[in-house]
């Protein structure tokens, strides 16, 4: 079964199965397979990498997929990414299969081991979020990682956690902190951040606390607190 109770993400990939990132234990993923005497039409093979068998870390605080399909693991421990597809088989006399999860850490540019969330925006642009604070841009550049350096300036980015980051159909970049929220305007040139606006309760806000940023189709921003 899975590892742990506690699951602070849950993504599906190209191959329509799920990833779970937990708390404590790693990631799990969720093979599934077409049960029809099920009741929900499925039936799953658990399969948990955790860090004694190879992971980067326990602690998964988020996972997304990319444009390519391929998946990004926000940890304790660092930056893990796996490209897809990956094989479901698990060779004979072993109990996974053999996954290459790409590991980055500080020797590789990285502000912090500790990644909170990361986003990729409509450039193919990353932007990684670190647990207590800061901001860093990551380019992938014929296959390898950029991690530019430390070059973002902000009170609400600096000093607290960012939880939710979001591209609107403008271009603007949106954090969401447990501060309030910071939007900036981007360069398409430079791809620099500027010109700061910062809403919190005494714009409306319901709460400074961010946790999640969403855009419906009409271009209304949906703001998740705590």
Known sequence: GMPDNFVRSVVEDINHNMWIGNNNGGVTRLIREKAPERLSGYDYTI????????????????????R???LWFCTEGGLARLLMPV??????????????FHKYNISDGMISERVRTI?????????????GGKVQKLSVNMGDLVFHPDEFRHEFLDDFNTY??????????????EAGIVQFSLNDTTQALA??????IKEGLAHNDIRSITED??????????
């Open 195 to 200: 010109n700061p606006v910062i809403i919190t």
């Open 87 to 100: 094989p479901f088989l698990v060779p004979e006399g072993e109990s996974l299969p053999n996954l290459m």
């Open 164 to 177: 939710a980051i979001h591209e609107d159909k403008m271009g603007h970049m949106w954090f969401g902190t």
């Open 68 to 70: 390519s399909g391929n």
């Open 47 to 66: 399969q948990n990498f955790s860090k004694s068998r190879g992971f980067i870390s326990d602690k998964v605080y988020t996972i997304i997929s990319d």
């Open 217 to 226: 189709k009409e271009g209304n921003l949906w703001i998740g607190t705590v």
């Open 119 to 131: 986003y990729e925006d409509s450039r193919g642009i990353f932007w990684i979020a670190y647990v």
